[in-house]
């Protein structure tokens, strides 16, 4: 049977727009030869609209167009997801099966996620009743929906487990094809240092997809055709990875972030399941297309960035420059008594790199005139913290004030501009930023990033970031002779110690052995007399961290919606 799987980028909350997509796709498939098409999870309205769903008026455009694409089936199926009411008032997640403009049979999604990023609960209704299979050109056809494809503890381990497998049920029934409809964010594993290995770590979200498709094929000896959506939706980022497993474990399967018809066969042999690509290849990807989205969606045309002469100012000019074109991105510097001649040479060289405008503001004259409001009331004062924030401050009020001026939107030739957060994870876990200050911004591409993966993506952008940038050390130049890992402790100690806390998320107690898989001598025993200060600098910048922009989520554990820290627990 030839399948066409439609990787598609659904926008939320616009089912008709979704729809037209959805029909090309379908003739598309229809004219390459296809048996039978599926679409991935909630494509009509968009996965996942969130609160938007309790709408009427948005919930009766699904059902409109979800009629409308079933008239247009015919005798190819048309296999789609979409949603209807449910009778407590949530809704069902679905699919419909149609053919010959009717809807054949209507598969209801069985397990519903309530971890991470995911709170399905609050808007669907599980369906707990058996799925019927589909007799279709000789086969038994079952249908299955994202999460329960995840439903096995030995394929899906985790804390989460549930009292049914629907893929193992569906084989019990007798199906001999299985199709999932998926809407699967991608995500990279824990971050482990190069070279490193730990029984502990993380899995990427393509290793887990990979086990879960050949070992439920290979138990059940039949066939699973994959559909799952591409694009970025806020800070979520879609890879897509549709295709078509086999029982023998080999693949059919479409490149990943591609838009587009994926045509599999089950009379066709596989091949050898690829390798995955580079942690930097992907994350490069991911990023790019979580820019690009974000900025599309949103209605955003150009972008500011604070140029530092720094490396994630840099990556986030260069990504930015890649996404938007050079001419949509203003990269601006603003110096204070304390910034070096090495930083504006470099901010300048990395703007000519990368052929974007340039600014350069003073920060020191507002400065200036915060330092002497406080002198007025305490003439006593002495520099310290609160001048340095004073600093981020003023140039986070420049950085905003440039979206909003007429000469910016003249040069940048739009008025829908927005600053670009230049922050990265190992920063965001520490505290290590200013509030109202280098903490601003519309979203930050690099916030799910821990330092030593801002460095890998800048190495793999190559000359897009000058050799200067890379080999410097890091600095905020917030007064003399500072440097970050001064401040902080070194990024490589650091950044071991958050992959194992933060994204292989092992307890407190644990962190302190695991260690010696990633780390040895010195370095070992500095991160783990380290140990307590970490866990401190975690706890105690929770509120700062919520008042982040959000990030482009691209490891198995963000900041944000998939990390629920209360505030006030001890």
Known sequence: MR???????????????????????????????????????????????????????????????SERLAGLSGAV???FGTCSPSPTGRLWNELWWCEEGRVRT????????????FDESRYFEADHGRQA???????????????????NAELAPGPIRYAFDPIADLAEQGATLILNASASPGHLGSFLPPGRTAPWAAPSKLALRKRLLQGHASRHGLPIAYASRVGSESWLTFDGGSGLVLPDGTWQ?????????????????????????SEEAWLRRALGTGLRENMDKQGLEAAVVGLSGGIDSSVVAAMAAGSLGPERVLGIALPTSYTSQESLSLAREQARVLGIPFLELDAGLPFTGAAKALEAAFPD??????????????????????????????????????????GNKSEAATGYFTLYGDGIGAFGILGDCLKARVFALARDLGDAIPAGILNRRPTAELRPDQTDEASLMPYAQLDAILGILLEARREEELVFEDLACVLDGPALDQARAALPRVFALLRNSEFKRRQLPFSLKVSPWAFGRGRRIPLTAK
Not at 24 to 53: F, I, K, N
Not at 106 to 117: E, G, H, N, Q, T
Not at 133 to 149: H, K, N, P, T
């Open 133 to 151: 299979l589909v007799a279709y050109r000789g086969e038994q056809v079952g249908l299955s929906v994202c999460e329960d494809l995840w439903a």
């Open 106 to 117: 209507v598969a209801r999604k069985r397990i519903l996620p309530a971890y991470d990023v």
């Open 381 to 422: 004062r002495q520099f310290g913290l609160t001048d340095e924030n004073f600093q981020s401050r003023c140039r986070g009020m420049l950085l905003m004030g440039a979206t909003s001026e007429p000469a910016v939107h003249r040069l940048l030739g739009t008025t829908r501009v927005a600053v670009l957060n230049t």
């Open 253 to 277: 399967r479409d490149e990943f972030f591609k838009e587009g018809v994926v045509m599999t066969d089950t009379s066709v042999p596989g091949s050898p399941w690829p390798a995955e690509p």
């Open 3 to 65: 399948i066409a799987l439609l990787q598609l980028n659904s926008r939320l909350g616009d089912p008709e727009a979704n729809g037209r997509a959805l029909e090309d796709a379908y003739r598309e498939a229809l004219s390459l030869g296809a048996d039978l098409v599926l679409s991935a999870e909630m494509a009509v309205g968009g996965y996942l609209a969130e609160d938007r769903l309790w709408e009427a008026g948005l919930r009766r455009a699904v059902t409109r167009e």
């Open 77 to 79: 199926p048309l296999v």
